[in-house]
């Protein structure tokens, strides 16, 4: 544990920090199990004998569980095989708690974006459970992962809401360990000390109760760091040594890492000691388990310090190393997205080509018809010159055919007719997708032409950090515009049905929120939700979202920096009532009162349209500063 010294004030580094609040989150699936070897042989055991289906799932996960404490690798093949296996079989635990092993996998390798994309996958299946105390777990991680990505009001919500749960739990050692996660959390905020230091009173308590589980490293390690600050340095470095020993032999290598960090800060604080050793064991072990990607500052350390010792060997080791983990995380940020435009357009060109098969079928039709036609005439002369007795019948039945080819040609007309207006309606279509890329393309393409620009002119390495989340940034904006400009376009196609499920809103504004979270920080605007967890809409998901991001994403643009905007979500008889309120000092009244209907703004355009088909209503209001963007939709209760 770390929560003394940092309360102390003391700087620490980031890896320090990450192996911490990791700790928390592995340590919380250890429970009172015995050394992990013997477990991880058990499980096997365990594994070779189940027949049923679900069991094996559950040995998998446990196992996956279980190694990522010594092997993140091992960790992440029994998570995978667990998940397809509970995917396959539709056994929804199975599938959360593959999903919860890896999204702490990938937190192991450094990657919090695919951590958080895991993480949130889980969240809404143990909610469907209703698992409370796995829910409350997972809100925990989350609040790690985006404290890691530097998203602090994010982490603070995800924070917030699990410790309300937590102390809810009739299991309370997780309610423990996410007071502990607070500790770490707010233990620099001067304001918040006292609080800090009853959530560490608290943890202890609750962890006392639980006297064989793994919780005693964290208790053992608040000690030595008691007696650190006291002046025992001595024995303090001694007491982490015995507990890294310990840890090591259990199979815990992560916890082994994790108390070793403590003596590069005790050298911090004033200790004399030499740390290279301790951070060359650190590198031994984190290689040997797959932990290497949260160990990046340790290793540099190490590179520098050999190579101003001039050691060759060992610097080629550290930077052979350092070479690969950056490596790894270029190839993390240069992932290609799917192109949804080129899906359309090939989906387009096949439509185009079904609808020409049918005009050929149509001449074919036609053609026929004539040379039947010949053949009656032909007929009709033959029958008058061989048989004038039967020119009545030939007259009578001359006329009932004539007769069908007038039904024939009056339908034909009208498909014709048909075919001319579902053609204007194509052409009118086109001309709002052109529009639709004119006004909401235009400054996504501009921002990349930019960072290209900016590439070409050889900028530093941090200003190249920055660009690279520049174009991380704005490549998921575009691919959100693409996603919603598909999801309109399918909506206009003959033969789309509108299906009203249920939609829970709570949900859907936090994946928003994620999605728009760096744009959210950047200009310091915060998002608070008030919305209740069992409200749920009777509407079309992607529809829905459409409306959402786009009613948050306006409220956004207009409001200025360091603003809050208000989501609050009302029931009124069979319906819901959705408003978003912000201040916009540039919006006037006479522009909001017209925000649905002007062709400039088709975005909101394309809103009204899904509100219309959703059976829903949309409008948006001014008064003095503050702009209200309201909604109504049927509630599914």
């Known amino acids: 544990m770390y929560i003394f010294i940092h309360l102390a004030g003391d700087k620490t580094s980031d890896t320090v920090r990450i192996f911490h609040y990791i700790l928390i989150l592995l340590l919380m699936f250890a429970g009172s199990l015995s050394a992990q070897n013997k477990v991880i042989h058990e499980l096997k055991q365990t594994l070779a004998t189940k027949k049923d289906s679900i069991g094996y799932v559950n040995v998998l996960n446990q196992l996956g569980m279980q190694y990522h404490l010594s092997n993140a690798d091992s960790c992440f093949l029994f998570s995978v095989q667990a998940r397809d296996i509970a995917t396959r079989l539709k056994y929804k635990k199975g599938m959360a708690d593959g999903l919860n092993n890896l999204s702490i996998f990938y937190a192991l390798k450094a990657n919090m974006k695919q951590a958080i994309e895991y993480d949130y996958k889980a969240l809404l299946l143990y909610r469907q459970l209703g698992d409370s105390a796995n829910v409350c777990q997972v809100l925990m991680n989350s609040s790690v992962y985006y404290n890691y990505e530097g998203s602090d009001p994010i982490a603070e919500i995800f924070l917030q809401q699990a410790m309300n749960m937590g102390k809810h739990l009739p299991n309370d050692s997780i309610y423990g360990l996410v007071l502990i996660n607070y500790a770490i959390h707010f233990g620099g905020d001067s304001l918040r000390q006292d609080s800090v230091l009853w959530a560490i009173q608290k943890a202890k308590e609750i962890l006392a109760k639980y006297p064989g589980s793994r919780n005693h490293y964290y208790i053992e390690a608040i000690e030595a760091d008691e007696w650190m600050k006291r002046g025992e340095a001595d024995r303090a470095v001694k007491r982490i040594n015995q507990l890294a020993d310990q840890a090591i032999s259990e199979g815990l290598i992560f916890v082994g890492i994790d108390m070793l960090e403590h003596i590069e800060t005790y050298t911090k604080n004033g200790h004399n000691t ?160 052109i529009a639709i890329i004119a006004n909401d393309f235009r400054e996504p393409l501009n921002n990349i032409i930019k960072v290209a620009v900016m590439f070409r002119n050889n900028a530093g390495k941090e200003v190249l950090q920055e660009l690279i989340d520049q174009v991380d940034v704005s490549s998921r904006n575009t691919l959100v515009v693409f996603d919603n400009i598909l999801r309109w376009i399918k909506s206009q196609l003959s033969g789309f049905v509108y299906s009203p499920m249920a939609c829970p809103l709570l949900p859907f504004f936090e994946e928003i929120l994620q999605g728009m979270a760096p744009a959210l920080i950047t200009r310091q605007i915060s998002v608070g939700l008030n919305i209740a967890d069992d409200i749920l809409l009777a509407g079309e998901s992607e529809m829905l979202q459409f409306v959402n991001r786009s009613l948050l994403y306006y409220a956004a643009s207009f409001s200025p920096d360091n603003h809050t905007i208000g989501i609050m979500a009302v029931k009124e008889a069979h319906q819901v009532k959705v408003t978003l309120t912000s201040t916009a000092p540039e919006v006037t009244a006479e522009m909001a009162a017209h925000l649905f209907v002007h062709q400039e703004g088709i975005t909101m355009v394309i809103c009204k349209d899904f509100m219309d088909k959703m059976g829903g209503q949309i409008w948006a209001e001014k008064t003095e500063t503050q702009l209200q963007l309201v909604y109504t939709l049927p509630s599914f209760n």
């Not at 610097?315 to 940020?333: H, S, W």
């Open 274 to 433: 030499d740390i290279i050793p301790y951070k060359e064991k650190i590198f031994a072990l984190a290689e040997q388990a797959g932990y290497t990607d949260l160990i990046l500052p340790a290793i540099t350390s190490l590179y520098h310090y050999y190579a101003n010792k001039k050691d060759a060997a060992k610097t080629a080791t550290y930077g052979k190393e350092l070479y690969e983990l950056v490596r790894r995380r270029q190839e993390m940020n240069n992932n290609i997205q799917v192109n949804h435009l080129d899906y359309f357009l090939k989906e387009q060109a096949l439509t185009e080509w079904q609808l020409s098969n049918k005009v050929q079928k149509e001449k074919i039709a036609k053609t026929n018809m004539k040379k039947e036609h010949r053949q009656i005439l032909i007929g009709l002369l033959s029958g008058v010159l061989l048989l004038l007795g039967g020119f009545t019948f030939t007259r009578y039945r001359s006329y009932r055919n004539l007769r069908q080819q007038e039904l024939l040609m009056a339908d034909m007309n009208t498909a014709i007719s048909e075919k001319n207006k579902q053609l204007q309606i194509n052409d009118d279509f086109k001309n709002k997708l």
